[in-house]
Structure formats: C-alpha cells, structure tokens
C-alpha cells in the first residue's frame, strides 16, 4: 500500500484547506482511512477517519463540526476538508491506512503511512 498526502498550505486562522490521500494497492488494508497529525514538537494524534463505505466516520473532539473526512474508492482518493482553521491546527498531516474494519484512534491501529503534507494557519 502506497499513500501520498497533498494539498497542505499556509492559511489565515478562519480560512479553508482541503487534504486528499492518493491510495494505491491493498485494497483489503484500506479498509479503514485515516488522518493524524504532529504538530512541533507534539506526538502523533488522531485527527478522524472513515470505513471503507464512507457511511461511519469519527473524529477528534478538536476538530469535530470543523473537519470532514470523505472518500472516493473509485478514484482511490481520501479527503480530509478542514474549515475555520486555527493556529492550533498548525502541524504535518499525515494520512494512513488500516485493513481493520473499525476505525480505531491510536497510530498503532494503521499499517500504512504516507509522507505527510504541512498545513500552517497563521494568526
């Protein structure tokens, strides 16, 4: 399985960025999608994710009402649409991939990791 996040940026706190996560191969390891992020000098977190059908998603309490992660398995893409961004929401976003079928909240739940895309919400 090959990840590859893009679409991080710099943004003014309130502004709006869109993430999207090229999967390819192991379809059965990406049952589960999801997105974390590590902000300076800060541990890995969860930030939300998504079952292969699309119809269940968790998130953070951080970034819930203000986040939605979505998915096309036909393009094999994932998404992750972030909204009224803050400066709290500064960090590296990093999608992963899990052959669970429930979507779990802790980094040792994903196999699978990409490179990660940096997203800066300035004040």
């Known amino acids: 399985v090959q990840l590859q996040a893009s679409g991080g940026g710099l943004v003014q706190a309130g502004g709006s960025l869109r993430l999207s996560c090229a999967a390819s191969g192991g379809t059965s390891s990406r049952n589960v999608m999801a997105w974390f992020r590590q902000g300076p000098q800060k541990e890995r977190e969860f930030v939300g994710g998504?079952?292969?059908?699309?119809?269940?998603?968790i998130y953070a309490d951080s970034v819930k009402g203000r986040f939605t992660v979505s998915r096309d398995n036909a393009k094999n893409m994932v998404y992750l649409e972030m909204n009224n961004l803050q400066p709290e929401d500064t960090a590296v976003y990093y999608c992963?991939?899990?052959?669970?079928?429930?979507?779990?909240?802790?980094?040792?739940?994903?196999?699978?990791w990409g490179q990660g895309t940096q997203v800066t919400v300035s004040s």
């Open positions: 992963a991939a899990s052959s669970s079928v429930t979507i779990g909240a802790t980094v040792r739940r994903y196999s699978y």
């Open positions: 998504i079952n292969w059908s699309g119809l269940s998603a």
